[in-house]
């Protein structure tokens, strides 16, 4: 079992142990033990949702300084399609790409027709597919993640595909590792995050060695300096030349967007870690046959509900759907082309989605059994009201970390006083 990047830090001094992140965990990842919260790295999925639960502003994600995308030879921003959004009165598109090279990056890499090739071939896949259903996004890293983690026999169900921002980022290095001669090291593709799961994807992914992205700096990291470069483009300053083949779409950032393309009729689209956790329960117990595609996000509303992001989520929409109406451009990917190529396997994963290997509870199998049944006993002693006083944020979880030797009984306060009573 290795060992796993997380960008998620708890500063402690700022932690008062209110437990509203431990309540929130949908991984039962996070302890609360004399009055600060920890994190289990192996359950950590990296959904960000303690992020927005702390009221104290003690949980924050840690992606790559604004500075460290600067130390390549050739430097390539890739926005998410959520960072048009985050402008009010909203901002042309084109003064954002013209923006993001205005503050030290050559090149700017679109996603929009990576994401439109993949529903392609996800459509394509879905026509021919037989096997069990329904299938499940592999857009969200956060739900791939919590799939590996607490729901290890769904991950046959996720599409095999890479996401749009892998393929854009591979496609764009190779294109310009042959047009300027150099080689791939010198290219640096830098993802402009809306949340910390997409960090730990490009740092540490899931199913394969390396990503083709270099590092993620987050949107509100970014957004200061460049929303003074593009309070600077006038219009008529707007270089037509210089974003030529860049056209504006919302991508999957929004929910319902990837099912829109992929075209199924028979899909679900669901954000929102309850949520989806109440689809994935529905999943595993065979409730959803009828359904070929659900897309799933952890964020409310997609990407554009991210930790990460500087905007309200509902301004962002309305912003997001204004955009698309002065400056969208229609579909334009060839049905054809991406057919052929998805046959050569352009668009498949590089290696496999396997479950998360967790830690049992001892290395000795007979060892563990007997432990399992202590749990078991344990479990049956206590109140099973899931309180969390204990600092666990369930019996469930409680009793385990007895066994693991991280809790005593006697935490337990409802018990206690029962037993006092």
Not at 29 to 36: L, S
Not at 288 to 303: A, I, K, N, Q
Request: net charge negative.
């Amino acid at each position: 079992m290795g060992k796993y990047y997380h960008p998620i830090e708890i500063r402690t001094e700022l932690c008062n142990g209110r437990m509203k992140c431990m309540r929130i965990c949908p991984t039962r990842a996070i302890r609360v033990k004399q009055g600060k919260a920890r994190i289990i790295g192996e359950l950590c999925i990296d959904c960000g949702a303690c992020i927005n639960a702390c009221p104290s502003g003690a949980i924050v994600a840690l992606t790559d300084p604004f500075a460290s995308s600067m130390n390549f030879k050739y430097k390539v921003a890739m926005p998410s399609p959520v960072l048009f959004s985050q402008f009010r009165p909203e901002a042309d598109p084109r003064k954002v790409v013209q923006g993001l090279k205005k503050i030290g990056f050559d090149y700017v890499c679109d996603v929009s027709d990576a994401c439109e090739e993949v529903s392609i071939a996800i459509e394509e896949y879905i026509s021919g597919y037989k096997g069990r259903l329904p299938l499940i996004s592999q857009l969200c890293p956060a739900v791939v993640r919590l799939i590996q983690v607490k729901y290890p026999d769904l991950t046959e169900l996720v599409a095999p595909f890479e996401v749009p921002r892998e393929i854009a980022a591979r496609d764009m290095k190779q294109k310009l590792s042959k047009e300027l001669g150099v080689a791939l090291e010198d290219i640096g593709v830098i993802y402009i995050t809306t949340c910390a799961a997409k960090m730990v994807s490009i740092k540490q992914p899931a199913e394969k060695e390396k990503s083709w992205i270099d590092g993620a700096v987050s949107i509100a990291d970014v957004f200061g300096p460049l929303f003074a470069a593009v309070s600077d483009i006038k219009d008529e300053d707007v270089d037509q030349e210089a974003l030529e083949g860049f056209r504006f779409s919302a991508g999957w950032s929004m929910l319902g967007e990837m099912t829109r393309l992929v075209g199924s009729e028979h899909s679900i689209s669901v954000s929102g870690l309850s949520d989806v956790t109440q689809i994935l329960d529905d999943i595993e117990n065979s409730r959803l046959r009828d359904v070929e595609f659900v897309e799933p996000m952890s964020c409310m509303g997609g990407c554009i509900g991210g930790a990460l992001v500087v905007e309200n989520m509902y301004v962002a929409r309305s912003s997001t759907h204004n955009l698309l109406r002065k400056y969208g451009s229609k579909f334009k990917a060839n049905r054809e082309e991406v057919v052929g190529k998805y046959r050569e396997g352009h668009y498949s994963l590089e290696g496999e989605l396997a479950p998360r290997p967790l830690r049992p509870l001892d290395p000795d199998l007979a060892k563990a059994i007997e432990k399992k049944k202590q749990k078991d006993t344990i479990y049956d002693s206590l109140p099973k009201i899931d309180c969390g006083c204990c600092g666990a944020p369930t019996c469930q979880a409680f009793a385990e970390d007895i066994v693991r030797g991280t809790a005593k009984l006697e935490d337990c306060i409802i018990r206690e006083v029962d037993k006092d009573g």
